[in-house]
């Protein structure tokens, strides 16, 4: 262990250096939705998938496959696997596949998508040797645990799995424009049930209508109300997921008044209909 050497002491008073805030990084949050450990054979096979929630695999025995942005990528012991969130993907398994395997969010505390911001590998070499498959058995083991408090240990034992991915994780392009729209995009995952203007948003960002939409589309790639469209859909997959809601409830949580024009939404950026959809869950 390195020796630590103490700070520096002048009259009587102690002088520290304190850690910068990152803007990114020191807000990030993350929620573990439930983490198992499964021993499968050639039935684990699944296409196209599509879900609101972030995927984390650690391969103790067997291979599988997974394809994932057109590449294909073998899942085997000795490396932690990422699969974002809202990412189609596919994968398989030729024989036998012994696996834990994470469901979770993480986000700013703006609430701007963890992989909007940087730029993660899919695959990242293990810890020393059982630091990895330890944090995931302890998640395993509370994930039965309903008690509030334990929410911390769960992110807690989420983030230091992840750490390894951020440490090589490259910052993506135009990221210092992207914290210019914090409070944006704030106000947008607070308000998708309710109808959100280009006039509101240009307002949060003291700018004109026609110059907001003109930068935020440069910025993230889409005009602002198409990312509120994004932003309404993801937040239907989860309802769907996590609720009995019927259809037509969800798309109102979701800011859609019309049922048929939800649907249409929802096919189109998810591949299939809302129905269809839950049950595939």
Known sequence: MQQLKPVEKINAHTYWENIKVDPILSSMRGHVHCTYYS??????????????????????????????????????????YLIPSNTQH???????????????????????????????????????????????????????DSATWRILQRSACLLNLLAP????????????????????????????????????????????????????????????????????IQKSQALLQDTQFPVKKVGALCGFTDPYHFSKMFKKYVGVSPNHYRKKK
Not at 110 to 121: N, Q, S, V
Request: negative net charge; proline residues 4%.
């Open 39 to 80: 021993e499968l054979d050639k039935k684990w096979c699944r296409e196209q998938i599509n879900d609101p929630y972030c995927r984390l695999y650690l391969v103790s025995k067997g291979r599988g496959h997974l394809l994932i942005q057109d590449k294909e990528i073998t899942l085997e012991p000795g490396y932690l």
């Open 90 to 144: 596919s994968h398989s398994c030729d024989s036998e596949i012994h696996f834990y395997w994470c469901h979770f969010q993480v986000e700013s505390g703006y609430g701007l998508d963890l992989f909007d911001i940087l730029e993660l590998p899919i695959r990242c070499k293990t810890q020393e040797p059982n630091t990895d498959e330890q944090l995931m058995q302890r998640l395993v083991e509370l994930n039965s």
């Open 165 to 232: 991915f951020f440490k090589t994780a490259v910052e993506t392009d135009m990221l210092d424009s992207k914290v210019d729209y914090f409070l944006v995009i704030r106000f947008i995952n607070e308000h998708l049930d309710q109808a959100i203007t280009l006039e509101q948003l240009a307002a949060i960002n003291k700018a004109s209508p026609e110059h907001f939409n003109r930068k935020f589309k440069q910025v993230f790639g889409i005009p602002p109300i198409a990312y509120v469209t994004k932003k309404r």
